[in-house]
């Protein structure tokens, strides 16, 4: 049918031009974060005002446990620099040392996952027992899926590194760069959110 | 070139007068019946004024140039290649700025002669509950006269009615009566949703929050009796969702408040 | 003289768009994607200007008997809605910006047509179900606004749905506006500076960001709110803790901004059609991209004003009295600006520049009674009122949709290569804005003597002027037959446009009407100038 045809034909002609700007689909990427960051905002706006005037109730439990999240914090910002390794292998074309350090970025955020689940199981209060208990678990859940969804992306670049004249190679990097600067991110955030859920 | 001149001074002085006219004989506004009233009504006809001018001044040039510069029959070619003027443009960005800035200050004035910029308490003879967040309203405590005659009024909302709760003669009633040109002083707190107390003729309005008590100082100045109006979408009902306030003689008011005293509070 | 430039002829056969079906494919075409836009919003107008008519019937009476109580403000709830978020928003954003974006930029389409074209079709299906909620267990009831706890006690299926809707059409909105940023940024024709882009352009890009920036911020609160209703948590439910002014400030922080989203795309759309049809340059172009700026900046400051009577400390309300009033100055820039253009100009008085002139008028005075609202004192008495009912329909209807009309007949050759019929158009603009200042304008008075917004009942001492609102609305009504008459009597014979019938120098009329597929048979020109009228044709490359 002819309209399939010049729909056909501006595909064809805009994947040509995303082959040879790739600078333009990283700068979607870093407005695409701005704008998930803002998300963030409101949710941390909200507990700091809540913080700010609406004490808790008497007899409201909202205790947190330092060890794990610290762990946790540690967890990420080492698989950043895993995930910094990958690229500088892919780089110098070592593809299968890439895939390693991806897996391994992977593995840190898989536990990460885990400890955090351990987390919400051993805590005193449950999501809907106070107003903090509630934004605690919104905040890290909210963060948690961010993790979730980066450790998909992180596996499937991997097993894309493996293809033979697959996606990602060293000529191909904009998978892998787009895909660490999400993952930075979202350690950037669990910082942030470290500081204020835990820590103030 | 004078006589160009002498059309807009005589344009811009004719579209003040009109708005003068206007601002100072049509009354859109309904009676006064507060302390706060002609003091609003005061602001009013200031921003209206001032809206005024700037309005059929911009429509009047926007018209004369529709008129003015109209492509007549057969002419072809372009207007004046005349992008910009700065110092034109100056001017318009700064006479803006004094307007706002102005009634900015002035808004400002009439706010804390209403009494909204004084600090937020209820004088509660009864209980001593100072100590509770007040999170928001309008008062109107001036310094010297925390009042005696005081009236401390509890006002509660609820889906679709008020309730008003005399604390001193601890009893409760469904229409507010207040005597006239005392002070009377409202802490108000929703039992679910949001609902907000206006009387249209005291030009006040304060949301009723669930969880956060406000307070609404009003002094009333004109015997009668005038509309409550929830203000604040609230469910079905909310249009229907209406009291009454009656301002009355002091004697009047003193002997319905005997009438609804309850004897507990005597002793 | 007129100056003119002739367009690029599109003789190559395949390039030529064909088949009106693509209007109906997951197309990745800017130029289809835009009219998808265009032609989804307007059917969605109808559906919300059918639900206005319903209000504007039950209120010629002061009893409630047109309708039950709970309808009507499913009724107030769904038209709020459905004119915000489906027919302004992506028509002036989606469909124009669409349309226009890759032109002015000279490129061949959108940076992300793919996420374009998911952009669009989140639209139809999220508005859809908005529509269907109605016939579940009731629509949403609390308002646009939904405030909590009304919206937590309300009946829940129509609220989550209502939750669900907004959630994708604000995607719907980022994504789009995220396609905006990178395309004026990044696929600029090499050559082409900022500073000589079309204003459209720098109007998108305030816009955009306001959208990137505020949406998501919209988007986490309602996920919050959804919380509240499914999960049972207090965040906003006084009962459990809750605070529910909380809701109020990440609801206005998006939605003051919204009102921008809506209303700096039409300043982009007008600043686009006045000089045309003026015959001379827009004037003070710097001066116009700075308080573009400004109105973004300031924008995202000013949210409270909407909470003046809510729970706000003083100090709170007068912050914001005085940043809310300092928007009139960069607003106010652009308006001398227009009237500085039309000044001295060779103005053709045609049905869109009628519908321009109208929305300055109109905006002009929402403008004002906007700075009002604004001064705390003023607030306070008309808040919640049909004074503020009558403040944002000058802007949003007197403004906005005034202006898609305008764009309407004025790029409709450029999309169709066929005229629009005048005398219908100038009797469409006749009626309209008869009705509307006849609707509208007695809505002030309402609200200043006393009755609230969101009633379906009302004091007999009203009713007469609710009447002549009620008029008005009819004659609203009314006036949309011979605009869609037009329309579809000029789409299959109207008089054959040329390539470019206004004579107009921006980029989009460089090529032939309708376009071709990739916008221009060669390289894209370079518009130096594309506001160059009274200009030497030599000056312009
Ligand atoms: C497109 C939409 C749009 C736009 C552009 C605006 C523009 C403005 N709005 Fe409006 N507004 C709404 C849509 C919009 N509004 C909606 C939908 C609501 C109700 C929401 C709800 O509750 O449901 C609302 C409500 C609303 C309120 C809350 C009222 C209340 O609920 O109590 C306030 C208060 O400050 C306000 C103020 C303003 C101001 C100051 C501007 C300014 O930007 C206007 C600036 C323009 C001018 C002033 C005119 C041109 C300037 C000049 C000619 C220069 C000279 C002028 C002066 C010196 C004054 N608006
Ligand atoms: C954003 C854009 C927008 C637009 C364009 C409009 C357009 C109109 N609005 Fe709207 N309105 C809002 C946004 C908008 N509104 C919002 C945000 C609210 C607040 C909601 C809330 O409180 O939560 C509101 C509330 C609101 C109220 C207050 C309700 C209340 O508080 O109780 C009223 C009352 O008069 C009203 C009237 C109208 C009218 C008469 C039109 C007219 O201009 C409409 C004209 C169009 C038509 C009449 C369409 C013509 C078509 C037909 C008649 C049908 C033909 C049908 C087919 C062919 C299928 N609106
Ligand atoms: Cu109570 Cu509206
Ligand atoms: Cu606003």
Redesign the interface.
Known sequence: ????D??K???K??SE?NET?E???M??LI??L??????????F??YL??KA??PL?DG?IYELELPIPTLNTILLLVSSATFHKAGKALLKDKNSDSQKWLFFTAFLGIIFLICQLFEYFHLPFG??D??FA??FY?LTG?HGLHVTLGTLMILIIAWQSRINGGRLTSQNMFPLEAVELYWHFVDGIWVVLFIILYLL | MLNKNFYLILIISLVFAISFWIGFNVNLLPAEASINAPIYDELFKILFIIGLIIFIGMTIAVIYSLFKFRKRNGQIGDGIALEGNLSLEIVWTIIPSIIVLLIGLYSYNIYDRMGGMKELNHNHEMMSSNTEKIWAGISQTSDNEIAINNLSIEVSAMQFAFLFNYPKGNFISGELHVPVDQKVSMKMESKDVIHAFWVPEFRIKQDIIPGQPTILNFTPTKVGKYPIICAELCGPYHGGMRASIIVEEESDYNEWFNKNKKSEVDL | MTISIDPQKTNNESLQPKGWLRYFSFSLDHKVIGIQYLVCGFLFYLIGGTLASAIRIELVSPMSDFMPRDVYNQVLTLHGTIMIFLWIVPVVNGAFGNYLIPFYVGARDMAFPRLNAVAFWLIPPSGLMLVASYFVEGAAQAGWTAYPPLSITTPQSGQIIWILSVLLLGGSSIFGGINFIATIIKLRRPGLKLMQLPMYCWAMLGTSLLVVLSTPVLAGTLILLSFDIIANTGFFNPVLGGNVVVYQHLFWFYSHPAVYIMVLPAFGLVSEILPVHARKPLFGYTTMVFSIMGIVVLGLVVWAHHMFTSGTPPWMRLFFTIATAFIAVPTGIKFFNWVATLWGGKISINSAMLFSCGFIINFVFGGITGVALAQVPFDIHVHDTYFVVAHFHYIVYGGTVFIIFSSIYHWFPKVTGKMLNEKLGILHFIITFIGFNLCFAPQHWLGLNGMPRRVAEYDPQFQFVNQISSLGALLMAISTIPFLINVFLSVRNGKNAGDNPWNALTPEWLTSSPPPVENWEGEAPLVEEPYGYGKEISEQK
């Open positions: 049918m002819t309209t399939l010049s729909s034909e501006i595909q002609n805009n031009v700007h600078d333009f689909r700068f979607g407005t695409f701005i704008a998930d960051g803002m998300t963030f905002a409101g949710f706006a909200a005002t809540y005037v609406n109730p409201a999501l809907t106070n107003l509630s934004t919104a909210f």
